[in-house]
């Protein structure tokens, strides 16, 4: 049984000698054979030298080398893709996953589980606004998705081949991977850890993308913002209704004195106000549809070093 280990890099020639000396030792000691994908995203940094060498020196790393950077979840679509073990690993080139759990992820495969998550206990060196921000988009993203993302697992987790196939079949060119990995079922089960600050180098996910990471998310595995905009337009015309009536009401009973430029501006800015609002959340989903219907491939590989299944995808 071989497994894959998956490392997408984006800017990370600090972190890769040392990720492949963990790695390679862990998975030596752990007796099954093994092999590590490495896909180069567009790096401007040495990365990609760097993978190259590790590959002449061990023909156990393969990399691909994305014409230009696709983004995390393109290159770990590609990685998987390439994959050709067992199993497959996904694990960040930081060094946050810790190799060490590999072990325990390789014995829950085989006591027969097809997805093992990595739960993550504890988040070194994140802020608190970004674990405060995570735990909320998880409790939102479960609230509004049929399908149930566990909280707290990144991209670390181990897929047999059941899976991998699985996750090949689906079709999407915007790839939320871990709804994805979700999405697909299968018999799961969790490990747990401390997640590590990063080992050298920076994040590349600001506020701004994390945000944008996120209502990717919910709008790839939910209808509820459609649904919510119908419901807010409900609402709102119900009260603007019973406004309406008021206002008739009064204006037979009372007179009309012709003031009401207050109330009437409140409300034309308000319904003005939900308006777009809607008109946004159906832009969002418009979007989307627009770029699927593109039919463009996830992500473009420039060269690949190593063995590997000769095959894109964009069947
Ligand atoms: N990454 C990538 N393409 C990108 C951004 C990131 O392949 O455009 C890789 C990066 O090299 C790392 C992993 O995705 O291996 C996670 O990225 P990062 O550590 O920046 O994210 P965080 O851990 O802060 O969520
Ligand atoms: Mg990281």
């Excluded at 099954?32 to 180069?40: A, H, R």
């Excluded at 430029?261 to 979007?287: D, K, N, R």
Aim: proline share 4%; glycine share 8%.
């Amino acid at each position: 049984m071989t497994v894959s280990i998956i490392v997408p890099c984006h800017n990370e020639s600090g972190n890769l000698k040392i990720l492949y000396e963990r790695v390679s030792g862990i998975m030596d000691a752990c007796g099954e054979p093994w092999g590590m994908v490495c896909v180069n995203d567009g790096s401007i940094d040495d990365t990609l030298l760097q993978l190259i060498e590790l590959h002449q020196q061990d023909s156990r790393i393969q990399v691909i080398d994305l014409s230009r950077n696709f983004g995390k979840e393109a290159a770990l679509t590609a990685g998987l893709d390439a994959a050709r073990g067992d199993a497959a690993i996904p694990l960040d080139a930081d060094l946050q996953d810790p190799p060490e759990l590999i072990p325990e992820l390789l014995a829950q495969w085989r006591d027969g589980y097809d997805v093992v998550n990595a739960v993550r206990l504890s988040r070194e060196g994140e802020s608190w606004l970004k674990r405060a921000s995570a735990h909320f988009f998880y409790r939102v993203i479960n609230r509004m998705s049929v399908v149930d993302i566990p909280a707290d697992t990144g991209d670390f987790r181990l897929l047999s081949r059941p899976v991998l196939d699985a996750l090949q079949s689906l079709q999407e060119r915007r790839r939320f991977m871990k709804g994805l990995f979700a999405w697909v079922g299968f018999r799961s089960t969790n490990v747990y850890y401390h997640r590590a600050p990063r080992h050298s180098g920076k994040t590349t996910w600001n506020y701004w993308k994390l945000w944008n990471f996120a209502v990717e998310g919910i709008t790839s595995f939910s209808q509820v913002p459609l649904q919510l905009a119908a419901y807010l337009g409900f609402i709102v015309s119900g009260l603007s209704f019973i406004y309406a009536l008021w206002l008739i009401i009064s204006t037979l009973v009372y007179g009309n004195p012709v003031k009401g430029y207050p109330s009437m501006m409140v409300t034309l800015l308000f319904l003005g106000g939900v308006q777009l609002m809607a008109l946004g959340v159906i832009g969002e989903y418009l979007g989307r549809i627009y770029e699927e219907s593109k039919h463009r491939p996830v992500y473009l590989v420039r060269k690949v070093w190593g063995k590997i299944r000769d095959r894109e995808r964009n069947d």
